[in-house]
Structure formats: C-alpha cells, structure tokens
C-alpha cells in the first residue's frame, strides 16, 4: 500500500557551483527514491560556472559548450526547476516568494509564485562590490553574470573592428581596457585579453597594430595583485603580467570611473574605452536583515558549523552569500570562510549529507573547510598557485603545466559532481575536437 505521507518539502535557491550541486545530489538519491521533493530556484534559464566569466568575456571559452541547461539537468536527475528571482521570505509559514519572470520584450512568462518549504538552502553567491564609487554604474562593466560577460566581449569585439573602419586616427583611450581590482577575476581576466585581443586582431583587422595599440591596465588599492593569497604568488603572478606587457597598477585607489576611462585618488587619470569594475565581494543587498536573519556589513547570512543560520533550523546558507567561521584561518587567529569554488563544492556536499541525517533524525555534523589552495590561470602563458592543506599538509606554490593540471581538474570536479564520469569524459572529448575545426577566440 503507498504512503500517504508527503514527502520532505526542500527549496534551494540559486543553482550557481554549490545550489546547483546541491540540487543534482540530493536529486539522485533522496528525490529519486521520492523521499523528498527537491525543487531549484533560479533566475537564469542556464548554469555557467563562475569562475568561467573571464574566458567568456574574453572570448576563449565556447558559452554553448559549457552550459548547462536548467530545466534538463533537472528531469535528468530527479529535481524541479522554477526560474524566477526570490524577493521575500514567511519563515512562520515557510514560504518564499519569487518575482514574476519577464521576458525581452517585458512579457510575463511567469507570475508572481509562493513556494513551501520544509528545508531551505540559501545559495545565491555574491555580486562584486564597488563602494558607492561614482561612475561605476554609468560606466563600468562587471562580471557577475553570463550577460555581464557576454555584453563586455560584444563590446571588446566591437571596438577593435570599430579602430580598424575608422578613417580617423585613434582617440587616446581607444582599445584601452581598465580592470579595477586585481583578484583572481581581474588577474585572469587581464591574461586572457592579452591573447585574445591579438586574435581577433588577427583575423583581417590589419589596420590595428596590437602590440602599439591595445592596452590593459590592471588596478589594485592594495600593494599587490592577489592581496588575499601569499607574497610570493603575487609576485609571481605580477611578472608574469608584465611579461606579457599588462600595466600594474598597485596602491592605486580609485576615486571614479569616467566616460573615457578611470580617475585615480591621486590625480592620475588612465584613459580606457572598456572598464571592468572586478573589486570587493558582497552578498545580495535584499539579504540584509532578511525575515529576521542574522547578517553581517557584507550582507552574508551568518551560520553556524552546522551551516544552519543562527536564528532558523530549518534554513541552511552555502556558498559565497554565507558567513560562516573559520578558526584556522590567519595562522590559528580565526576568520570566516572565503568565497571561493571549492568552498561551495565542500559546503554542497556537507549540507546534503546533513538534509540525510536530519530526515532521519539524527543530530547534525559541523561543516570544517579545507584549504587547498589557490590556483591563478594567466590564459596559455601560464598558470600559478600553491597547494596547501589536506594535500600536502603544508604549502608549495606550483607553476606552469602541473599547476594548469589542478587548475583544470577544479571545474572537471564541478562537472563530474553534475553529470557523473561518463557524460562528463564525452563532453570534454568533444569540446577538444571541437577546438580544432573552430577559431580559438570567439569573434561575435
């Protein structure tokens, strides 16, 4: 006879590295077997992973190939997919409310939903955070998005095959790129568009000379790129830029962005056609102070070990949006976990083992991060980093192939974690194939 209980309901919202993660295990196991109704929340139709952007803006990564599909990863691995943005949360009723969703030309595809949960999971990462700087919202680009990377490399192609048709000579920041902050984003970023300027130069665009004419400028307030790893990553990693001929601007505050480019706090002003503002992380502003949650000055969610919020059991944060400790950070000095790729991955594969033990009644474990490591990928020229923690049980910084190697193996991981080995082993196959017939950089 078939039970007439209703299954566990659990919500996720944001299907970013760790929601989408999340969706996809508990999906295959407690949603397979109908023990739970697992339903995804998100407001883009398709998965990138995040660290990705910069070779989307940059035009070194095939989009097509590398996304995923909300709404078949769903019926493939036993989960709902609602596509809409979250705006409110009834923790008394257990409701999250979800905005209507418009199309291009403001039609409302989907209207205005409430839905029930009896767990919900928070992952709905970070936006970059630009300090009330004037300017940055008329005339900086960021990268939070597939459409904020899409819409700069639209862009970058557009004023190359712009300074190639003009009879006139070129303005003083034409082809000149600034990228404001200097982390992995803005380093990554920076690498890549060294090469893939020069090729998209180099499909006809003869009248642009790349190595006199296109620029990229790299500003950081700090007094090093990478100021959030180690010393001598950084130092490494800004040689290898200048190699490549990237100007670095360290302990440089900005004080705005103009129309044509960015004014510094000391009166310097660096002319640029494109400016990416890659500086500082937040959480989503409607997180501040949501249904009574706790929050710190970044809009992060704080959590306890358990990674459930500090005034709610039944809500779990995961990802960049939560805040939640570190005690072995800092040498011992404690500190909270950062916003990074495999934070998300571990978070993901705690709390779904957490939501297991909770159906069964059994007393939750803490969440302890493991460190291990940062990997920086500065395009074809080189990759760096250092491997610390569970791997080594110490640090040891590592260059060139091997550490393109771990560098890659990071989002193998995240594809494996999705699609299991088999679909994940034939997608690579076929993108390296792919990669012969087609050109290297995408030039539309």
Sequence with gaps: MRSTIA????????????????????GDTLGKRGQADITLIDKNRTHVWKPKLHEIASGSMDLSAHEVDYLAQAHWHHFHYRIGEMTALDRQRRQVRVAPY???????????????????????????????????????????????????????VNACIRAHAQPTPLRPEQLHVAIIGAGATGVELAAELHRTTRQVVAYGLDRVDA??????????AAERVLPALPPRLSAATEALLQKLGVLVHTTAKVAAVLPDGVLL????????????????????????????????????????????????????????????????????????????????????????????????????????????????????????????????????????????????????????????????????????????????????
């Design 102 to 156: 418009l199309d291009d030309e403001g039609r409302e595809v989907t209207p205005d939903r409430v839905f029930g949960y009896d767990t919900l999971v928070l992952a709905i990462g970070s936006l970059s955070n630009d300090f009330g700087t004037p300017g940055v919202g008329d005339f900086a680009l960021k990268l939070e998005s597939k459409a904020d990377a899409q819409r700069f490399h639209a862009r970058m």
């Design 265 to 444: 706090a000391d009166g310097r002003r660096l002319p640029a056609e494109l400016v990416v503002w890659a500086a500082g992380v937040k959480a989503a502003d409607f997180l501040k102070d949501l249904a009574g949650l706790e929050s710190n000055r970044s809009n992060q969610l704080v959590v306890r070990p358990s990674l459930q919020t500090t005034r709610d059991d039944d809500i779990f944060v995961i990802g960049d949006c939560a805040a939640c400790a570190w005690p072995e950070a800092n040498g011992g000095k404690g500190g909270f976990v950062p916003p990074r790729a495999q934070a998300a991955h571990q978070q993901a594969s705690h709390v779904a083992a957490q939501i297991k033990r909770r159906l069964r009644g059994r007393a939750l474990k803490d969440y302890r991060y493991r460190d291990f490591g940062s990997l920086v990928s500065l395009g074809e020229f080189s990759t760096v980093g250092n491997m610390m923690g569970g791997l080594i049980g110490g640090s040891l910084m590592v260059e060139g192939a091997f550490a393109r190697l771990m560098y890659v193996s990071l989002y193998k991981m995240h594809e494996l974690a999705l699609h299991g080995f088999p679909k994940m082993a034939l997608d690579t196959l076929a993108r390296l194939i792919t990669r012969r017939t087609e050109p290297h950089v995408k030039l539309h």
């Design 7 to 26: 299954p566990h309901r659990i919500v996720i919202v944001g299907g970013g590295a760790g929601g989408l993660e999340l969706a996809t295990r508990l």
């Design 211 to 220: 190595e006199k004419d296109i620029q990229v400028n790299l500003i950081e």
